[in-house]
Nanobody, 115 residues
Framework: QVQLVESGGGLVQAGGSLRLACAASGSIFSINAMGWYRQAPGKERELVATITSGGSTNYGDSVKGRFTISRDNVKITVYLQMNSLKPEDTAVYYC?????????WGQGTQVTVSS
């Protein structure tokens, strides 16, 4: 069993910054990638950013140049630094871990950006 615990969400004004963290624990034998997805009301869940075990990153088009994903392999934690936030970034942000073809999800953390 794998547990993902997110932290760092909240309310911020447009142009501000937030940093999300996701700590993984449990029966983790191999991690292919960790990352973040988000879902706004009435919309489908979408990719925000992922990072592989080798350090390769991938970003959704809407966040490129503003968000940065990183990871601490010792702590099995992934971070998402979000800068220049916009109201359209408002969503529930979910941590994701991929291992042996399985997807594990966190409970989600709310990010609200006011205009």
């Amino acid at each position: 069993q794998v547990q993902l615990v997110e932290s760092g969400g909240g309310l911020v004004q447009a142009g501000g910054s937030l940093r999300l963290a996701c700590a993984a624990s449990g029966s983790i034998f191999s991690i292919n990638a960790m990352g973040w997805y988000r879902q706004a009301p009435g919309k489908e869940r979408e990719l925000v950013a992922t990072i592989t075990s080798g350090g390769s990153t991938n970003y959704g088009d809407s966040v490129k140049g503003r968000f940065t994903i990183s990871r601490d392999n010792v702590k099995i934690t992934v971070y998402l630094q979000m800068n220049s936030l916009k109201p359209e970034d408002t969503a529930v942000y979910y941590c994701n871990l991929k291992s042996f073809g399985y997807n594990y999800w966190g409970q989600g953390t709310q990010v609200t950006v006011s205009s």
